[in-house]
Every structure is written in structure tokens, then in C-alpha cells.
T-cell receptor
Framework: AQSVTQPDIHITVSEGASLELRCNYS??????LFWYVQSPGQGLQLLLK??????LVQGIKGFEAEFKRSQSSFNLRKPSVHWSDAAEYFC???????????FGAGTRLTVKP | GAVVSQHPSWVICKSGTSVKIECRSL??????MFWYRQFPKQSLMLMAT?????????EQGVEKDKFLINHASLTLSTLTVTSAHPEDSSFYIC???????????FGPGTRLTVL
């Protein structure tokens, strides 16, 4: 079965600083990989996804992620964080044959003024 | 883009009562719908997967008699929490995927509080 690890439970960055959220996955085949953002009390918003092709994926709100097969990683990056980016971020992996999706534990992002 | 709605967004009920949560795909036909549960400050845990017209497949540890799932049409799935207890209080999120789709679209979630 597929699984996801997000090593960082909580990250604090200053507004304007760069951001990288880590995600490692475990799956025998090429996975479908996703990053979602969740604001308090809200549902999930898809930031970006990787299925195949170019390993650097561009998403909404200025986010990007890079799939590295050799490291089983799919880290999320943003060059300059805004205060509105403060939220919970979830990495997810799905099996490509049946959409069975598993989520990481999440990383809570705090943005300092 | 694909839109998934949930109703109600927030519900409070007394212990022992049953609560029904609806999940609708508004602009596409969802052959598969998923139900997740999220406790405060925790991740989403898949409860069950339902395909239109067939019985739901429950994850290990999820009581199928307590969490009744019906996926009667291609745009509607319901989750009924039967004889709810305070420990069932949680944030329930559904998602939907169309035929051959490789992306799930998530609803906004329903917060259930059982007194």
C-alpha cells in the first residue's frame, strides 16, 4: 500500500522568505502525487499534482513541487511566502489504477510578519 | 472546474441520534466518491470508497453499520452516522472522481459535534 511522510509538523517562516515543505512517499510504481492546502475549518484546495512528464510542477498561488524518483520525494516550494499562505499543507499519494489516496500527517505553516 | 458540495456544513446533535451528510458533485458525474474523517490537528483518514450503484468498501477499523454510505446516483453520496456519540465528533470530508479521472475533487467538509 502507498504511504506518505511529512517530516515537519510545524514550520515558521518570515513573510517574504522562501519555503520548502518536505514530502516522502512509498509506493512500488509511479504514483500520482498531490499537494493540498487547508485553512482552519475549511476543506482542501488542490495546489498542484504530478502524474507524469516534467518533474517540476507548477501550481496555483506561486507554488511549485519537484518529483524526485531517486529520493521518493515531492517537496513543495515557494520563493516568497505571503502572510495568507499560513495554513495546513497536506501531501498525498494515490495509486494510479483506482484513485485510492493517502494523506501525510500535514505540515502547519506559520508566517511571521 | 469540478465542484463538490456538502450539506450541512455544520451540525450539532444529541448523543444517540443519527445524522445524514450529503455530498454532491455539481458539474460532473462522480462514479466514485470517498469519505474521509479528520480529527482536530490531524490528517485525513479514508473511511470508505463508494461506487455508484454498489456497496461501499470500508477501510479497516471503520464500522460499516455505524457509518452508512449510500451512493445512489452519479451526483450524490450520503454518509449517515447512526446512533452518534461524542467520540464521533469530527470533520467529515467527501471527495468525488469521475470515470477514468485521476483527480479527486474535495468538498468543503461537514463539522459534526455530538453532545
Amino acid at each position: 500500500a502507498q504511504s506518505v511522510t511529512q517530516p515537519d509538523i510545524h514550520i515558521t517562516v518570515s513573510e517574504g522568505a522562501s519555503l520548502e515543505l518536505r514530502c516522502n512517499y512509498s509506493y512500488g510504481a509511479t504514483p500520482y502525487l498531490f499537494w493540498y492546502v487547508q485553512s482552519p475549518g475549511q476543506g482542501l484546495q488542490l495546489l498542484l499534482k504530478y502524474f507524469s512528464g516534467d518533474t517540476l510542477v507548477q501550481g496555483i498561488k506561486g507554488f511549485e513541487a519537484e518529483f524526485k524518483r531517486s529520493q521518493s520525494s515531492f517537496n513543495l516550494r515557494k520563493p516568497s511566502v505571503h502572510w495568507s499562505d499560513a495554513a495546513e499543507y497536506f501531501c498525498a499519494v494515490a495509486r494510479n489504477e483506482d484513485n485510492d489516496m493517502r494523506f501525510g500527517a500535514g505540515t502547519r505553516l506559520t508566517v511571521k510578519p | 472546474g469540478a465542484v463538490v458540495s456538502q450539506h450541512p456544513s455544520w451540525v450539532i446533535c444529541k448523543s444517540g441520534t443519527s445524522v445524514k451528510i450529503e455530498c454532491r458533485s455539481l458539474d460532473f458525474q462522480a462514479t466514485t466518491m470517498f469519505w474521509y474523517r479528520q480529527f482536530p490537528k490531524q490528517s485525513l483518514m479514508l473511511m470508505a470508497t463508494s461506487n455508484e450503484g454498489s456497496k461501499a468498501t470500508y477501510e479497516q477499523g471503520v464500522e460499516k453499520d455505524k457509518f452508512l454510505i449510500n451512493h445512489a446516483s452519479l451526483t450524490l453520496s450520503t454518509l449517515t452516522v447512526t446512533s452518534a456519540h461524542p467520540e464521533d465528533s469530527s470533520f467529515y470530508i467527501c471527495s468525488a472522481a469521475g470515470t477514468g479521472a485521476d483527480t479527486q475533487y474535495f468538498g468543503p467538509g461537514t463539522r459534526l459535534t455530538v453532545l
